[in-house]
Nanobody
Framework: QVQLVESGGGLVQAGGSLRLSCAASGSIFSSTMAWYRQAPGKQRVWVAIITTGGSTNYADSVKGRFTISRDNAKNTLYLQMNSLKPEDTAVYYC????????????WGQGTQVTVSS
């Protein structure tokens, strides 16, 4: 059974940094992985994707500020977030890449990131 546990969120001032972690169990970590976020009243969207080989892709809104990485030996996904903005405020989740999601996909509890102005 797949289990995803996100951590590392918190309250930070604009311009600050946070590093999120996602511990994954099960076979999910053999996949391309992604970070997502869901702001209040909005849909969940992807922000960063990383293949098993380390190739990355970022949403335009975070490009140049966020860095996704993974430790395949530890089944852990990371998101380094720098130069945070109030609009980055959201609950952040990890999971397989968007193309691999379906209606049966399970999600973790997420981690709250709040950026104050």
């Amino acid at each position: 059974q797949v289990q995803l546990v996100e951590s590392g969120g918190g309250l930070v001032q604009a311009g600050g940094s946070l590093r999120l972690s996602c511990a994954a169990s099960g076979s999910i970590f053999s996949s391309t992985m992604a970070w997502y976020r869901q702001a209040p009243g909005k849909q969940r969207v992807w922000v960063a994707i990383i293949t098993t080989g380390g190739s990355t892709n970022y949403a335009d809104s975070v490009k140049g500020r966020f860095t996704i990485s993974r430790d395949n030996a530890k089944n852990t996904l990371y998101l380094q977030m720098n130069s945070l903005k109030p609009e980055d405020t959201a609950v952040y989740y990890c999971n397989k890449s968007p193309s691999l999601l379906n209606f049966r996909t399970s999600w973790g509890q997420g981690t709250q990131v709040t950026v104050s102005s």
